[in-house]
């Protein structure tokens, strides 16, 4: 739970419960940055022992190591303009549990590639008593579902995705044609501006 001092939560195969409202809501009053929220951090993995560890640095490496290990990549985003890190989590076959805004609700299918905890408060300095239940009781769906049949699937479904450039393209396109301005006409088919955007994503 120590990684709610930032936005994202994993919660690791090393069997790390889900905590009531109540740890979320004392976590988020520390602030998400500072001396206050690392000391917070490093008091809740002394007292969860083996549960929760704190990282108070970024490492690349090691973020990807995480991302691998995880059964649930949780994205607690107010605001996500696309969203990188649910994409670099979906290609090592962790489903995502994440809030409902901007590019996460483009790129993580409910019940197929991840779950959905709705939108979350654009209030930045207020944490909302709703916001909090919306998180635990997502991570809490979320995992009842490792170990599952239907879990395994997730798993799959966010690893063979196309991630590429090529669906989204064609759609705009098909948007821009059917203005039926003069002289627009359809591209190559196969032709993409980024051919190799699925194997461009972020890796150690």
């Known amino acids: 739970m120590a990684a709610l001092a930032t936005s ?39 007292r969860t022992s083996a549960r929760a560890a704190p990282r108070h640095q970024h490492q690349q490496q090691q973020a990807h190591h995480i991302m691998a290990g995880a059964d649930v990549l949780a994205v607690t985003s107010r605001f996500e303009p696309c969203g990188l890190i649910q994409l670099q989590g979906m290609r090592y076959g962790t489903p995502c549990a994440c809030a409902s805004t901007g590019g996460l609700v483009d790129t993580i299918i409910e019940g197929k590639t991840g779950f959905h905890m709705g939108r979350l408060s654009v209030d930045c300095n207020v944490v909302e008593p709703a916001d909090v239940k919306k998180v635990a009781t997502t991570l809490q769906r979320a995992i009842k579902v490792v170990g599952t049949p239907a ?46 955007a699925k194997e461009n994503v972020a890796a150690p």
């Open 8 to 46: 994202q939560l994993v919660a690791t195969r090393a069997g790390l419960g889900v905590p009531d409202a109540s740890t979320f809501r004392r976590g988020a009053a520390q602030g998400l940055r500072g001396a206050r929220a690392s000391a917070a951090a490093d008091t809740l993995s002394m």
């Open 151 to 196: 879990y395994e699937e997730m798993v799959r479904n966010c690893m063979i995705q196309d991630l590429s450039w090529k669906g989204p393209a064609k759609n705009w396109e098909n948007v821009l044609l059917s203005l039926g301005v003069a002289g627009g006409e359809p591209g190559v088919e196969g032709e993409e501006i980024a051919p190799l």
